[in-house]
Nanobody, 124 residues
């Protein structure tokens, strides 16, 4: 069983930065595709970014491309999401997700394991 624990959320002013972390335990982390998703109140969960098992592929949602960077450290079983130039519309609960496959997907149903989420609030 894979467990994921997110951290690093908080309140930040528009234009600021936050770095989210996701600690994974159990399973074979280094062979999993990992993703970040977010869900704002009243909205569906949406894809933010993903990273392949070796970090060689990192697709992003159009809304965050150029501002967010996903990375991973397989030696530490960690995934990160660096968020810069934050906007009020980035406000949401951010979830880390694991897909036990080397084949990357960008939709929530394709991910098996989920963290509890961390709140990110961007004030204007």
């Amino acid at each position: 069983q894979v467990q994921l624990v997110e951290s690093g959320g908080g309140l930040v002013q528009a234009g600021g930065s936050l770095r989210l972390s996701c600690a994974a335990s159990g399973g074979t982390f280094s062979s999993y595709a990992m993703g970040w998703f977010r869900q704002a109140p009243g909205k569906e969960r949406e894809f933010v970014a993903a990273i392949s098992w070796n970090g060689g592929s990192t697709p992003y949602a159009v809304s965050v491309k150029g501002r967010f960077t996903i990375s991973r450290d397989n030696a530490k079983n960690m995934v990160y999401l660096q968020m810069n130039a934050l906007k009020p519309e980035d406000t949401a609960v951010y979830y880390c997700a694991a897909r036990p496959s080397t084949i990357m997907r960008l939709t929530a149903p394709d991910y098996t394991y989920w963290g509890q989420g961390t709140q990110v609030t961007v004030s204007s």
